[in-house]
């Protein structure tokens, strides 16, 4: 309503033309004002008089119906009133305006000769917020279609898509509905698992918003096939100690259900399951084998396995593990076989190292000292023959220079 008051007052124009007659002694005119109101406000349509002298003022409607003569309702519509008469001003209401109501509105007034001047009512309809229709649904590595649309509007709105605040320019169609518009801005963007929840907005521009904008505001949504990866213990693990695997799952929609298992054979009894949580209390050497952890959605399925190994702890004690390179627990991705190489740097606490560093210490000695007694060997004979081999050598170069002479 204000705004429509706002509009009433700004923007007007104003036709007068003068009746005068020169024979006339009064002067008298009519002067009509142009109205612009929003669709469902107030539009007041003034009709202003001149040197009035009682004539009959009639205001009809611009199927030339009459609204009211000289005050008087004459058509059955209350959403007209006589707001005032004056010998200047006469103003009447419509409230709840609609696109219908658009044209020109009559002011006459009858005198010797009758004059009329037009007020030109114009309905604005500001479009709601747009919406968003997706065409099918967005798969990685596919492209996802969006449609935004702003079904009615007059004039016609402006579409802007925005990603990361550029704009991404759409296809745009407009349907005349009429009096009011239908507008879509059409965008093909291609997907990405990374662009999985990006943010995207629709904006609606609109000479009735006054600068502001309708924005509706829209989040991809990728499907992708799941990931898996089995976070695995740390260090190594002896019989009586107890094992707690979880699986990592990414994947839209998220698979619903993991599925564990043991290849070639039954999951151990002792094995307890929850979710993504894979535990053995107690363990013991027949829990040795592989484990899978799989999950899958619409768009594909995936695993990852660990292979549990369980030491035995006496033999830790007693024997000096060869080398627990080889008996490392290992996990191992399908998708990067680099990851197969476990780092053993990071295994501080690994108790396997310690025994192997405090055992391997008089061995290191003694093989150092041989080592160093090899080597000196060695290179005390490859001095020798490297000597006899150029004193050879530098007869036999003599030999094809002298041929030359
Ligand atoms: C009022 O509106 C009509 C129709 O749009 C136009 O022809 C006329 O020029 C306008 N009057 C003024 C004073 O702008
Ligand atoms: C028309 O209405 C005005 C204002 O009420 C009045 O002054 C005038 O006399 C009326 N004219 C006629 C012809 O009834
Ligand atoms: C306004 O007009 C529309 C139709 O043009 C109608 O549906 C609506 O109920 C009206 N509102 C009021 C408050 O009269
Ligand atoms: C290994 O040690 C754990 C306690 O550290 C013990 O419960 C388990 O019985 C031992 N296993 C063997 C085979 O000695
Ligand atoms: C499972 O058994 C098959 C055949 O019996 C064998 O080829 C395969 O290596 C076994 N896999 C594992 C992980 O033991
Ligand atoms: C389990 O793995 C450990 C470590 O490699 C090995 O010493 C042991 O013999 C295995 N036990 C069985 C029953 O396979
Ligand atoms: C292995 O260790 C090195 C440093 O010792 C580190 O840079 C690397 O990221 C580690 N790799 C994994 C898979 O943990």
């Not at 798969?139 to 702003?150: A, F, I, M, P, R």
């Not at 055992?359 to 080597?375: C, E, K, R």
Request: hydrophobic content about 35%; some cysteine.
């Amino acid at each position: 309503m204000a705004f429509a008051t706002v509009w009433n007052y700004c923007v007007p124009l104003t036709i007068i033309t003068a009746a005068c007659f020169v024979r006339s002694a009064r002067c008298q005119a009519v002067q009509a004002e142009n109205v612009t109101v929003l669709e469902g406000g107030t539009a007041q349509i003034s009709c202003r008089l001149q040197n009035y002298d009682g004539s009959i003022v009639v205001i009809q409607n611009p199927r030339r119906q009459t609204l009211f003569f000289n005050g008087t309702r004459a058509l059955k519509d209350d959403r007209f009133q006589m707001v005032l008469f004056t010998p200047r001003l006469v103003r009447i209401t419509l409230t709840n305006v609609s696109v219908s109501d658009e044209g020109g509105y009559f002011c006459q007034l009858y005198t010797d000769s009758t004059h009329h001047q037009v007020a030109t009512l114009s309905v604005l309809v500001p479009p709601e917020t747009p919406t968003v229709e997706v065409k099918q649904e967005a798969v990685e590595g596919g492209e996802v279609e969006l449609t935004c649309v702003s079904p009615r509007s007059k004039p016609a709105a402006t579409l802007r898509w925005i990603r990361n605040g550029r704009e991404i320019p759409g296809v745009v169609s407009q349907q005349d509905n009429g009096k009011t518009f239908s507008v879509s801005s059409t965008i093909r963007i291609p997907v990405e698992r990374k662009d999985n929840g990006a943010a995207l907005s629709c904006e609606a521009f609109h000479p009735a918003l006054g600068g502001q904008k309708r924005v509706r505001h829209y989040r991809l949504d990728v499907y992708f096939a799941p990931t898996v990866r089995i976070i695995p213990p740390s260090g190594i693990l002896r019989e009586g100690d107890s094992l707690i695997l979880t699986c990592s799952i990414t994947g839209n929609p998220l698979p619903r259900s993991i599925q564990w298992s043991k290849i070639n054979d039954t999951l151990p009894e002792r094995a307890e399951i929850s979710g993504p949580t894979f535990q053995i209390s107690r363990l013991s050497q027949t829990h040795n084998g592989t484990y899978l952890c799989q999950a899958q959605n619409n768009y594909g399925r995936a695993a990852d396995h660990y292979t549990l190994l369980v030491y035995d702890n006496v033999s830790l004690i007693t024997t000096v593990p060869s080398t627990p390179k080889t008996t490392q627990p290992i996990t191992s991705h399908p998708v990067t076989p680099t990851l197969l190489t476990p780092n053993f740097t990071q295994d501080v606490e690994d108790p396997g190292a310690v025994v192997e560093t405090h055992s391997a210490v008089p061995y290191a000695v003694i093989g150092g000292v041989l080592a160093l007694l090899v080597f000196t060997v060695i290179c005390v004979l490859i001095v020798t023959i490297w000597c006899s081999v150029r004193q050879k050598g530098s007869y036999r170069t003599r030999e094809p220079i002298l041929a030359w002479y």
